[in-house]
T-cell receptor, first 111, second 116 residues
Framework: GEDVEQSLFLSVREGDSSVINCTYT??????LYWYKQEPGAGLQLLTY?????DMKQDQRLTVLLNKKDKHLSLRIADTQTGDSAIYFC???????????FGKGTMLLVSP | DTGVSQDPRHKITKRGQNVTFRCDPI?????LYWYRQTLGQGPEFLTY????????KSRLLSDRFSAERPKGSFSTLEIQRTEQGDSAMYLC??????????????FGSGTQLSVL
């Protein structure tokens, strides 16, 4: 089955860019997602990318996909303290209806 | 539209008791999912419904776990004879999906279960 891996922790200063990385194993994954989770809360969908794209930009968020290496990244420009949270990468194969999540990357933004 | 709603937010129970959680999806979302999240882990898929039909339940953790969505709207997740290892956050998500389209899951805030 699908396996999704993420680095566990990232610390940046306010105003810097943050880059969170993710790798997945199933080359037939068709959609890849980024979710944000704040303490004690559910998951908030941030953005997604279809596997036939290599980049998607949405305001401060940029998603890059390297399908050959099965590598996905989320770049947050001008990171703010309110961006501190856990970020989850998730992959979906069109033949299945479930998302497979990574363990999450904790982003800590210091003033 | 108030989003996905889960009740209760927190549940503390004693080992061996039964618990039931409720999820109200976004209205007109035809799919409803249950996930479990333990500390330091990503959400783990349990089961899902399309309307009232439960299409996948092999990932339920044991036969102590069951879920229903009787009228294709709200859903309940029941855990019988709870064990300490069942302590986790139980997340519900819903989506409005069409064949072949991108499926965006919207999550509720979860029910945090503590089994003493």
């Amino acid at each position: 089955g699908e396996d999704v891996e993420q680095s566990l922790f990232l610390s940046v200063r306010e105003g810097d860019s943050s880059v969170i990385n993710c790798t997945y194993t199933d080359s037939s994954s068709t959609y890849l997602y980024w979710y944000k989770q704040e303490p004690g809360a559910g998951l908030q969908l941030l953005t997604y990318i279809f596997s036939n794209m290599d980049m998607k930009q949405d305001q401060r968020l940029t998603v890059l996909l390297n399908k050959k290496d099965k590598h996905l990244s989320l770049r947050i420009a001008d990171t703010q303290t309110g961006d501190s949270a856990i970020y989850f990468c998730a992959a979906k194969n069109s033949g299945y209806s479930t998302l497979t999540f990574g363990k999450g990357t904790m982003l800590l933004v210091s003033p | 539209d108030t989003g996905v709603s889960q009740d209760p937010r927190h549940k503390i129970t004693k080992r061996g008791q039964n618990v039931t959680f409720r999820c109200d999806p976004i209205s007109e979302h035809n799919r409803l999912y249950w996930y479990r999240q333990t500390l330091g882990q990503g959400p783990e898929f349990l089961t899902y419904f399309q309307n009232e039909a439960q299409l996948e339940k092999s990932r339920l953790l044991s036969d102590r776990f069951s879920a229903e969505r009787p009228k294709g709207s709200f859903s309940t997740l029941e855990i019988q004879r709870t064990e300490q290892g069942d302590s986790a956050m139980y997340l519900c998500a819903s989506s409005a999906t069409r064949q072949g389209s991108n499926e965006k899951l919207f999550f509720g805030s979860g029910t945090q279960l503590s089994v003493l």
